[in-house]
């Protein structure tokens, strides 16, 4: 092999290994890489593209270039980028899902849980949130699905809210939808297709068809952990999803005051009716700690210990009121990732632990094994 031959391979390994930033996975796997040729110092790089007006294109691009610039004796990079065919694209498609779409049955092993509560003003979707980020700072791959379709806020409380940004959209591809990812968390909410402040106002039969549809046409790729923040109650979207994932685990989220906690029982109950297994209780707004060391209890005492007692669950976090938590709901900025030392931020992140380290059993799953 001659000294050209082997600069052109090296540059083809150097752009193969450039990471999708919306797929996650490796251009050469993808089939994005098309012809490299090498003249003198000068490198020219096919970049094939999904689709037209791709919003990850500058991204890649540049990823491109830094990768064949790091190869010796490449000082110049042209880049001819083009767009994959109809049947380069579905094959994609079909290499990436495989034959079937992507399901999170009884047999997947990726771990589903639905966060949900009994009331709205808990604080579940603040909770869902951080949440995920926590388990994704634990090198996890997390899916996060904002199911609450009325009321939905995952996007504003992860920094991608705004129907004018690019990376708050998700990409088709084919009839393949690609989430955008924040803080390593990819995230699909019914917000990133409506215009900003406009409100939903759905049924039952449409509510159900988005639910499927964001389990079936968005992929999430090879997920550890999927969470669902639910919406408040126990209505059309947590009957469906009682219904399409009957295998989920379910944290309980209320506030320490006795009547927010009875209702919470209430969404618990409906979950287990549908097959689902609770896995335990999360106070929120567990007190307000004082200048003297005192504990304010604004939302009263006793609520999250009287909900795990009466659905026999153990309390997995009690996650005190706190300015910076809300600040940075508000702001987009989690609390665990902006200010990890936070009284709220440690509670969280012990949940995250708590859930990291539970695993998911394997009994009664069929596993990926040929003999």
């Known amino acids: 092999m001659t000294d050209a031959q082997h600069q052109t391979e090296a540059v083809r390994r150097a752009v193969g290994l450039v990471q999708d930033p919306e797929i996650r996975r490796p251009l050469s796997e993808l089939d994005m890489i098309g012809d490299v040729e090498i003249d003198g110092d000068t490198a020219r790089v096919g970049l094939r593209l999904t689709i037209v007006g791709c919003p990850a294109a500058d991204t890649i691009e540049r990823d491109v270039r830094e990768a064949a610039e790091s190869v010796d004796g490449i000082e110049t990079v042209r880049i001819d980028v083009s767009v994959m065919t109809p049947a380069e694209r579905d094959a994609l ?22 966060v ?24 996890l791959r997390v899916g996060l699905i904002d199911a609450d379709v009325f009321g939905f806020s995952i996007p504003a409380i992860l920094g991608i809210a705004g129907a004018d940004r690019d990376d708050a959209r998700p990409t088709q591809v084919g009839d393949m939808i690609l989430p955008p990812v924040a803080h390593e968390v990819k995230i699909i909410s019914i917000g990133m297709f409506i215009e900003d402040r406009a409100p939903v106002s759905w049924r039952g039969p449409l509510l159900h068809r988005t639910m499927q549809q964001f389990l079936t046409d968005v992929f999430f790729g090879d997920l550890d952990v999927l969470l669902l923040d639910l919406p408040p109650g126990t ?48 106070e929120n707004m567990a007190g307000l700690a004082q200048a003297d060391g005192s504990i304010l209890e604004l939302f009263g005492s006793g609520g999250g210990v009287d909900l795990a007692d009466r659905l026999g669950v153990p309390v997995m976090a009690r996650v005190p009121l706190s300015v910076t938590l809300r600040e940075g709901g508000d702001s987009g900025d989690p609390v665990v990732l ?34």
């Open 338 to 371: 902006a200010h990890p030392e936070d009284p709220a931020a440690a509670a969280i992140s012990g949940l995250a632990d708590t859930i990291a380290g539970r695993g998911r059993g394997l009994a009664g799953r069929k596993l990926p094994l040929s003999f």
């Open 93 to 114: 498609i079909t290499r990436l899902r495989g034959v079937k779409r992507q399901q999170f049955g009884p047999d997947s092993l990726t771990r589903v849980i639905a």
């Open 116 to 139: 949900t509560s009994g009331k709205g003003g808990v604080g579940k979707s603040t909770v869902t949130a951080n949440l995920a980020v926590a388990l994704a700072q634990r090198g």
């Open 235 to 282: 209505g059309d979207v947590a009957i469906s999803l009682g219904q399409l994932l009957p295998n989920a685990e379910v944290l309980v989220v209320t506030t320490p005051q006795p009547a927010a906690a009875d209702v919470a029982e209430r969404s618990g109950l409906v979950a287990r009716q549908t097959g689902q297994t609770v896995i335990g209780v999360v």
